[in-house]
């Protein structure tokens, strides 16, 4: 029978010696380094994880503590040392990671992911050399459930951060959403071996509740993020940098800032700038970003897509801008839209995972997730009116200076303190003793192994199809570059199948609707294809947009339509003066079921079928982890017949590495 640690007080003094004095576990964790072993996947491509990760190493290092960085060899190599190299911090490049196929570009090393397996001989003993005091996980991946292995064979407190909400992508990828529920299975079954889970937000807090018990499984923290507020700031607005795009001084600029993937819902974004082009409302538009959908942002009209942007670059871009509009509804934080805020921009954002960041109709508008009308009426609304602009900018500054990154940062050390104290303090240093403590209803559902050896079958068969994957992707687009006179036929074909296709003449009102487009900061081979692409997606087209009935205030005449208004929901000591006409319901219905193929297109989905595959996915995923649970009781009854010492002194207290 496996004895459970003691709860007196004699419990809370660590022994150095038999005959030694008795010392208080405080007064032990304050007088001792933490040597912190960071796991993330991709560290050298910049993305809103690894910047987290960089604020967290300075803190670390500005403390006196140690840091060790665990992660595949994505990305820049050239990134690794954005943090300055000190005596006090160690890289650990993994030595079996695989390029991932549709996420790697040779000729675009900064935005090139690669994935993980295992954890090899030589990065063992790597971070057995470094001797971590506590392992911090930050993607559940393959990987990490070696490392979490690792930390439980070492008897090493361990804990994570949640950055990103991976399991939701699936739902924007035709035919993949039944993925989400194994992901999510997957996830959650490595939480359960965190002490603790520490997530961004209240609300997301809320969301892996109500959807996961994820409470249940592990205990769940609130940890913010933070910004460095010198960095990005409003003084480094110029005029110079607007020159260069071509922006005047009177143009307002409507800025995107992300990863250019469906999951990020750029169609709403490139609906509510069709739909200011259409209403000839004048304005200009700034994309920063790359991925799949890049195509069609580069054929926006009044639009500049300026690719990548880091460093003094990105700020000075975030501050010559004049409004925020990201319209993701995957976020976990929303680091770019604290950035843009921080850099005095007045936001627009969905207003579930981004919400916290914005007080509504003061320093920005929380639309509601896939809300094309909304964030159209809240981008017309500052648009066309200067002076709320200019307010709502002041404001979002003064809201971001709460959010300053040392302030932040400092707090995870303390996290760190206090999962130490309470492996050693309430668990007597073992793994053992936190899992049963979380035997209970919905946690440890299938079992408490972290690779039960189904899970390692399902890995190892993961892991070969993968680099099949990812070899016959390299052959394909080495055929496809080796033969390039067939790729520019196929060109030429589609072409002529377009021109064909306009062939029909216009009328003098469509004509107009067509807005020249902006030209972007791409390769000459980029420029030549963008005709088109604008052609093509004239297919996706929004319905027809009502022009606008009447601005307050204004000098500025617009056609009228006969259609409802529609006012924004907003303070009343802040009124909105402009008021917006919509189009009719069976209008808008098109407009955002077109607006969501800008990346794909149109596909017909059975919702017959998509029921079945995720009800077949989920009676699976119970099959299997009733399968892993089999094996953990299996596992325990031979351990405990076979070694009973080992269940007798398993609770005996373990005090924390000294240095």
């Not at 808008?588 to 800008?598: N, P």
Request: with cysteine; proline share 5%; charged share 20%.
């Amino acid at each position: 029978m496996q004895q459970q640690p003691t709860t007196t007080a004699e419990t809370t003094m660590v022994l150095t010696d038999p005959e030694a004095t008795p010392m208080p576990i405080e007064a032990t964790m304050a007088a001792q380094q933490h040597r912190v072993l960071i796991y993330t996947t991709c560290y050298n491509v910049i993305d809103g994880v690894t910047l987290t990760i960089r604020k967290i190493e300075e803190q670390i290092l500005a403390a006196g503590h140690q840091v060790c960085i665990l992660s595949t060899d994505s990305g820049n190599s050239q990134n690794t040392n954005l943090v300055s190299e000190h005596p006090n911090r160690t890289v650990i490049f993994l030595d079996n990671s695989v390029p991932i196929p549709f996420l790697h570009d040779p000729q675009n090393v900064d935005s090139s992911y690669s994935l993980g397996f295992s954890l090899g001989k030589s990065t063992k003993d790597q971070i057995s050399q470094f001797d971590p005091t506590i392992v911090h996980v930050t993607a559940p991946d393959c990987t990490c459930l070696h490392v979490i292995q690792y930390a439980r064979d070492h008897e090493i407190p361990l804990m994570g951060t949640y950055h990103s909400n991976i399991p939701e992508y699936m739902d924007h990828y035709p035919g993949l959403g039944w993925l989400k529920h194994v992901l999510a299975s997957f996830f959650r079954h490595q939480y359960n071996f965190l002490q603790a889970l520490y997530v961004p937000t209240p609300y997301i807090h809320k969301q892996l509740r109500e959807s996961s018990k994820m409470d249940c499984v592990t205990d769940l923290g609130v940890w913010g993020r933070g910004i460095d507020l010198s960095r990005f700031s409003p003084t480094h607005r110029t005029r110079k940098f607007r020159e260069s795009l071509g922006f005047d001084d009177h143009d307002v600029v409507i800025c995107w800032v992300g990863r250019l993937v469906p999951e990020k819902r750029p169609d709403i974004f490139a609906s509510v700038i069709k739909r200011l082009a259409s209403r000839n409302i004048p304005f200009k538009a700034l994309v920063i970003g790359a991925g799949p959908c890049e195509e069609s942002m580069k054929a926006l009209p009044n639009t500049v897509f300026a690719g990548w942007m880091s460093g003094d670059e990105l700020s000075t871009a975030y501050a010559s801008s004049d409004v925020f509009l990201f319209s993701s509804g995957v976020e976990t934080f929303g680091n770019v839209t604290l950035e843009a805020a921080a850099s005095g921009l007045p936001i627009i954002v969905e207003e579930g995972c981004s919400g916290h960041l914005v007080q509504h109709g003061r320093n920005g508008f929380a639309c509601a997730n896939g809300d094309v009308d909304a964030f159209y009426d809240a981008t017309l609304c500052l648009v066309l009116d200067d002076e709320r602009r200019n307010l709502m900018s002041h404001a979002s500054r003064q809201f971001s200076l709460q959010f300053e990154k040392s302030v932040v940062c400092r707090r995870m050390l303390d996290n760190y303190t206090k999962v130490t104290k309470q492996f050693f303090d309430e668990y007597g240093g073992h793994h053992a003793n936190r899992d049963a403590e979380y035997h209970k209803e919905h946690s440890f559902v299938g079992g408490n192994y972290p690779r039960p050896f189904l899970l390692q079958m399902f890995e190892y068969l993961f892991v070969v199809l993968f680099q099949v994957m990812y070899q016959m992707a390299t052959f394909f687009i080495h055929v496809r570059d080796s033969f390039p006179l067939a790729s520019t036929n196929k060109q030429r074909v589609t072409a002529a199948a377009v021109t064909t296709k306009k062939v029909a003449p216009q009328s003098p009102t469509s004509a107009a609707k067509q807005q020249p487009t902006m030209a972007t900061l791409g390769s000459a081979s980029e420029a030549e294809t963008q005709p088109l692409m604008a052609d093509a997606d004239d297919d996706v087209e929004l319905g027809r947009i009502e022009e606008v009935e009447e601005i307050s205030d204004s000098d500025t005449d617009f056609e009228s339509q006969n259609a409802p208004l529609q006012t924004i929901d907003m303070d009343k000591d802040m009124e909105c003066e402009t008021e917006t006409t919509v189009s009719s319901s069976s209008e808008r219905s098109q407009e955002q079921s077109q607006g969501s193929m800008v990346c794909f297109g149109k596909q017909k989905k059975s919702k017959n079928d998509i029921y079945v595959s995720h009800e077949i996915t989920k009676a699976i995923i119970r099959l299997v982890f009733f399968q892993f649970l089999i094996e953990c009781r299996t596992r325990d009854f031979f351990g405990y017949v076979l070694s009973p010492s080992k269940w007798t002194t398993i609770s005996v207290g373990r005090r924390r590495k000294n240095n």
